[in-house]
C-alpha cells in the first residue's frame, strides 16, 4: 500500500540554516536524482507535486515542506524507486554529483521570457533584497532566545537528581528495546530527520498517527531539554544493530525532539500531539522543592523566549509576503506549455 510521510528538509535555526538536504534519500538506494533550477514563481513546487500525483498512487514517498512556506514542497523522494526530486536553488544550492549517470538538472527557468523581465531589474533587486532582510530578522530572533534557552534547561538539569535519572533512562532503553539482542559491533546508521520547524505558519510539527505503531512519550517541566536521555536511547538502538532517526530541534542547535527506531515501527516523542502507550516523566527526576527558589526566573525565561519566538515568526511570515510580490514578477512571464512540456518529458523518463 502507498504511504505517504511529511519531513522538512531545513529550517530555519537560530545557527542559520538547518539542513538535512544530504539525507533526504539514502545514496545506497539513489538511482535518479532531479535537481530542479529556476527562480520564484517558475513553478518548481508545483512539477514535484505533478510527478508525485502521477508516481505515488502505489509506492511509500516522503513529501518534504518547505519550513519558509509549509504550502510549498523542497523535496519529493520515492525510496523504493530510488528517485529524488528536489529544489536545488538558494538557500539549499545543489548541483549534480554524478551527472548524467545519476543526477539530471531540469531548468524551469528556461521557460521564464527574460527580455521581459529585464525592465524590472531594480524592482527585483529591492523585492529580494527585503526578503534577506526578512529572513535575517528571524534568524536575529531565534538566536535572540537561544541563550535563554539554555539557560532554563540548565536550570532543570542541575535540579535533577543524575541517580533517578540514570534508572529512568535505563527503564526507557529497556520498555523500548526489550527483546532486541544486543550486539557489540559495528552500530546501525544514524539518519537527521526534521519534523519539527519554525514556520510563516508558527511551529509546526509533522509528526502524523499512524506513521509508528507504537509511541513513548517524554514528558517534564516547560524548558526541558530531553536530548542527553534521547541521545543515551538512540546510542543503546544502535548498538544493537538497529537504525535510528534522530528529530533534529529547530531552536536548540544540537538538540534533538524525538528518535524513531523504523525497524521496531516505535517513536518516542516529547510531543503530545499523538497518543502514546506508555510515559516517562522526566520531573520526576527533580526532588521536590529543587526548583522552587527557581521558578520565577524560568518564567522570566519562559516569556522572554516565547516573546523571541513570535517575533520569528512574524519575520518569517513577512519573509513570505515578500517572496510572493516577488513571485509576481516572474508568474506572468512564465511559458507555461514549455513548462508543461518538460514535465511531460520528465513523467515519460520516469515510467
Not at 523504523?262 to 517513536?267: G, R
Not at 520526576?284 to 526548583?291: A, R, V
Request: aromatic share 4%; proline share 6%; with cysteine.
Amino acid at each position: 500500500m502507498a504511504h505517504v510521510r511529511s519531513l522538512f528538509p531545513a529550517a530555519t535555526g537560530p545557527e542559520g540554516l538547518i539542513s538535512c538536504f544530504d539525507h533526504l534519500i539514502s545514496d545506497d538506494c539513489l538511482r535518479r536524482k532531479l535537481i530542479l533550477k529556476g527562480g520564484p514563481g517558475v513553478g518548481k513546487s508545483t512539477f514535484m507535486r505533478r510527478i508525485h500525483a502521477a508516481l505515488g498512487s502505489d509506492t511509500q514517498s516522503t513529501l518534504y515542506f518547505c519550513s519558509g512556506d509549509p504550502d510549498s514542497l523542497d523535496a519529493v523522494a520515492f525510496p523504493d524507486r530510488g528517485l529524488l526530486i528536489l529544489d536545488g536553488t538558494a538557500p539549499h544550492i545543489i548541483d549534480p554529483q554524478i551527472p548524467g549517470a545519476r543526477d539530471s538538472l531540469i531548468n524551469l527557468g528556461e521557460c521564464l521570457n527574460e527580455k521581459a523581465l529585464r525592465p524590472r531589474l531594480s524592482q527585483i533587486r529591492s523585492v529580494m533584497a527585503e526578503h534577506a532582510a526578512c529572513l535575517s530578522r528571524a534568524r536575529a530572533c531565534l538566536c535572540a532566545a537561544l541563550p535563554m534557552i539554555r539557560n532554563n534547561a540548565r536550570i532543570i538539569s542541575d535540579a535533577a537528581d543524575d541517580g533517578r535519572l540514570r534508572r529512568l533512562t535505563h527503564a526507557l532503553i529497556t520498555a523500548v528495546l526489550s527483546g532486541t539482542p544486543a550486539q557489540a559491533a559495528p552500530h546501525a546508521a544514524v539518519r537527521p530527520v526534521i519534523t519539527d520547524a519554525v514556520t510563516a505558519k508558527g511551529e509546526l510539527c509533522l509528526l502524523a498517527e499512524g506513521e509508528q505503531q507504537r509511541v513513548i512519550r517524554l514528558t517534564g517541566h516547560d524548558s526541558t531539554d530531553f536530548t542527553p536521555v534521547l541521545r543515551a536511547l538512540s546510542r543503546a538502538a544502535q548498538a544493537s544493530s538497529l537504525a535510528v532517526e534522530e528529530h533534529l530541534s529547530p531552536r536548540l542547535p544540537g538538540g534533538l525532539l524525538h528518535v524513531s527506531i523504523p525497524a521496531l515501527h516505535t517513536l518516542i516523542t516529547t510531543s503530545a500531539r499523538l497518543p502514546s502507550e506508555m510515559t516517562f516523566d522526566l520531573a520526576s527526576c527533580i526532588p521536590q522543592g529543587n526548583l522552587l527558589r527557581r521558578e520565577c526566573m524560568l518564567e522570566q525565561g519562559r516569556a522572554s523566549i516565547s516573546l523571541h519566538i513570535s517575533r520569528a515568526v512574524a519575520a518569517l511570515a513577512a519573509a513570505k509576503e515578500v517572496h510572493d510580490e516577488l513571485e509576481s514578477f516572474y508568474v506572468p512571464n512564465m511559458d507555461f506549455s514549455a513548462w508543461q512540456k518538460r514535465l511531460d518529458e520528465t513523467l515519460d523518463s520516469l515510467c
